[in-house]
C-alpha cells in the first residue's frame, strides 16, 4: 500500500519538517483511520522538501559562471548559473555532452546535474542534494517516532535518469529503519536452487512505488507505504547501495 | 495498491499463459471480490513465466561453448555454456569485466547477461529474454480480456542491474493498454512553473511495486496494479522507453 498523506505548506528554509510531516500524517489519519501509525511503517519523503528545509538552496543571482559552464550554457540552451551550480556540486564529471551532465556527488550519486534541480522552487533558485540523506532520515525517523509514538522507517526519495532508458524512476537517497538492499543470496528459488546473485534494490523500488502514489505537481511529498520488507532495519544508502568507484563499469 | 495473484503452476514451453492467468486471477478474487477486475487494472507479469511459456529455454547440455566463453567462466567462476548463450543473445557486448557481460540485446535492452538468467528455472537450462515483449503484453491483453470481459492493460516485467548502483530493480519489458512514459513536460509545477524534463517511467515504476508485492521467492509471477497512469494507453517499451544508441552516453 502506497498513500499520500496531506499536503505540505510550502517548506522554507529553517522550517522544522518532522513537525510538517507530523502534521500531514495526523490530517491524513484524522479523515481515515486506516493511516493511523503502524509498526512496519515507511515514509518516503522527496528530497526537494528536505533540500528546502535545510536550507539546500542556492539564489542563481548570486552565482558567477565560469567560462566553461557559459560556454556549455550556450551550446545547449540552459541557464550558464545554473551549470555553475552543477559544476560546483561534482565532485567528478562522468559525462557533460548534448545538454547533460552526468555527475558523482560528494555522496557518491552518479545522477544528473548533480542533482541539482530547479522544478518546484522559487523562481531563480535551484535546490542542492541534502548534505547527508541517511543522517536526515534518522533524524525524521526519530523526531516523529517521538511525537506519534511509532517510529516509521523513513526513505529519501529522488528521481532519478537512467543511462540506455528514457523516462526517469524515483530512487532512495537516504534510509533509516529499513534496510536498502534485501539481499536474498543463498535463499532457495521456486525450485529450490540457490539464487545466486538476487539482491534487490528495496528501498529504490520503495521510492518508484511512492512515486506512483504521489506524482511530481501535487504538492504531496510525503508518501506512506506498508507492507514491504525492512530487512533488520538497519543501513545506509551511501554505504551500501552506492557502488565504490573501484567497481564501476562505467566511469 | 499492488497485489500479487494466486500462484501460478509450473509454466512449460507450450503452455497458454492467457489461461493460466485468469485461472490465477480467478482464484484470488473468488477469496477477494476486491480483486475482480476493474477499469484501469494493470498486471504486471515476470518475464520468467512468459519466456517459458513461449519456449524460450535453452538446455545448457546442448550448448558448446566458444573459447572466448570458456577462458571468461574459467576466470570468473562462472558456467561457459551459460556465458556461450549470453553472447549468442547479445547484439553488442558492452563491457565484458569482473564476471560481468553488460550486453545490448536485439530489442534495444542493455542489460547484465543479455537478460539470460539460470534462476527459478530447472537445472541445466537457462531463460532467454522475450523475442517481442510488447507483443507479448498485446496477446496477454487481448486473451485476457475476451476472457474476463475487462481488458487490463500488461506490463511485462524483469529485474535490471543498474550502473552505480548495488541491487536490482523490476522494469518493464514490454507493455499493452498503458503509455510507459508519463511526459509531464509542460505540466506547471507546485509552483506553477514548466516544468522542463520530467518524463517519469511509470511502467518501470509499475515493475518495481509489483515486485515489491510479489517477491522472488513466492512463486506468484502476476500482481494486479491498481490506481497507477495509463496514460494513452498506447505505447511499446522497445519504441518509446529503450534509448536509440545515437543519443547514449554509456556506449
Redesign the interface.
Known amino acids: ?2 498513500v499520500a498523506l496531506a499536503r505540505l505548506p510550502e517548506v522554507r528554509p529553517g522550517d522544522d519538517l518532522a513537525r510538517l510531516i507530523v502534521g500531514a500524517w495526523e490530517t491524513s489519519f484524522t479523515e481515515d483511520a486506516d493511516l493511523r501509525p503502524r509498526a512496519g511503517d515507511v515514509l518516503v519523503v522527496t528530497q526537494k522538501v528536505v533540500s528546502k528545509a535545510e536550507g539546500r538552496v542556492v539564489d542563481l543571482r548570486t552565482v558567477e559562471p565560469r567560462p566553461e559552464a557559459i560556454a556549455f550554457a550556450e551550446r545547449w540552451d540552459r541557464d550558464a548559473r545554473q551549470v555553475e551550480v552543477v559544476l560546483r556540486e561534482a565532485a567528478q564529471v562522468i ?1 557533460m ?2 545538454g ?1 551532465i ?1 555527475c ?1 556527488t560528494h555522496h557518491g ?2 545522477c544528473a546535474n548533480a542533482g541539482v534541480d ?6 531563480e533558485t535551484v535546490t542542492l542534494l541534502p548534505l547527508d540523506p541517511d543522517a536526515t532520515a534518522h533524524r525524521l525517523r526519530d523526531e516523529i517516532g517521538e511525537t506519534l509514538g511509532v517510529a516509521a522507517a523513513v526513505v529519501i526519495s529522488d ?1 532519478f535518469g ?10 532512495a537517497l537516504g534510509v533509516a529503519g529499513i534496510s ?3 539481499d ?1 543470496r543463498g ?5 529450490g ?1 540457490v ?2 546473485s ?5 528501498a ?3 521510492a ?2 511512492a ?3 504521489s506524482g ?4 504531496q511529498p510525503v508518501v506512506l507505504v506498508r ?3 525492512l530487512g533488520s532495519g538497519e543501513g545506509s544508502v551511501v554505504r ?4 565504490p568507484a573501484s ?4 566511469p
Open positions: 500500500m502506497a559525462r555532452d548534448r547533460v552526468v558523482r550519486f552518479v530547479a522544478s518546484n522552487v522559487e523562481p528521481s537512467r543511462p540506455w532508458r528514457f523516462g526517469i524512476m524515483d530512487v536498502p538492499l534485501d536474498q535463499l532457495p528459488d521456486a525450485q536452487r539464487m545466486r538476487t539482491i534487490v534494490a528495496v529504490d523500488e520503495i518508484s512505488a512515486e506512483l502514489a511530481k505537481t501535487s504538492g507492507g514491504v520488507p551500501e547501495v552506492v557502488m567497481m564501476d563499469l562505467f
